[in-house]
């Protein structure tokens, strides 16, 4: 168990501590509100508490992110209750980090993190480009919300950054990979610059990362200024379909 001392405080909303007594009642107080209260992963508990959110510091919500996605890969994830995180998470949300992740079926973020209901925001769009409608989502999150960290996550072997680079037209998936395409100049690559060939296409993604943390820090103000005040921290990581890697790199 552990989801500790912050629990056990007075100012803890009395709902939120109904729903936590259970699982508590194992644990003694300890005395730092620090790492012990800070953790996507667990317990019968519920979802993250405002004050579990709040006690943490953007780079401790990374360091939590990557302890979820070793959880993650080792298979050895956190056991959930669904229904008890759906319980508490109903009458308020505190996700510590808002997501921007492409829609592959195969990188949903929650998983891969090893994140529960109510732990995390997600936004999800073909090559996770950013748009105005991602950045005021992301805006929500932090500004309004009060989530620590903004990732943007690319991943390998993606179809839509194969279709940037083959210039695929199609409907509003031409306009959709207009977005990705600044990326493919901006790659500096040796070897064969084809959507056949996967280290030249995961390269491109990465550049593509890379870009999308620029245009989030030059489109939005709002985020650029509460990160420069230290209140969250815009970064960017890219997923591997094969060994299911979170490698940050912004
Ligand atoms: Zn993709």
Redesign the pocket.
């Known amino acids: 168990m552990k989801r500790t001392s912050r629990e056990s405080m007075d100012h803890v909303a009395v709902d939120r501590r109904r729903f936590l007594s259970g699982a508590l009642g194992a644990c003694a107080m300890r005395p730092s509100l620090g790492l012990l209260s800070m953790q996507f992963a667990p317990s019968m508990s519920g979802s993250l508490t405002k004050e579990q959110r709040d006690s943490m510091t953007p780079s401790q919500v990374i360091d939590e992110l990557k302890k979820g996605n070793e959880r993650f890969r080792a298979g050895k994830m956190a056991s959930r209750d669904y229904l008890a995180e759906k319980r508490s998470s109903a009458s308020g949300q505190y996700p510590a980090a808002v997501i921007l992740g ?3 079926s195969r ?1 949903p973020a929650e998983i891969i993190f090893d994140a529960g209901i109510g732990d995390l925001f997600s936004g999800r769009v ?3 480009v950013v748009n105005d409608d991602m950045l005021g989502s992301m805006e929500f999150a932090c500004a309004v919300s009060g989530a620590k960290v903004v990732l943007l996550l ?2 390998t ?5 194969k279709g940037a680079i083959d210039d695929v037209e199609l409907g509003n998936l031409t306009g959709l990979l207009a977005r990705i395409k600044p990326a493919i100049p901006r790659t500096k690559f040796e070897g064969e610059k084809s959507s056949k060939n996967p280290a030249y296409v995961d390269a491109v ?1 990465r550049t593509n990362v890379k870009l999308a943390i620029e245009n989030t820090r030059r489109r939005s103000p709002v985020l650029e200024d509460l990160e420069k005040k230290g209140s969250i921290q815009i970064t960017g990581a890219m997923y591997n379909l094969a060994d299911g890697m979170v490698e940050f790199v912004g």
């Open positions: 492409c829609v592959d990188v073909a090559g996770n690319g991943h072997a993606c179809g839509a950054i993604a």
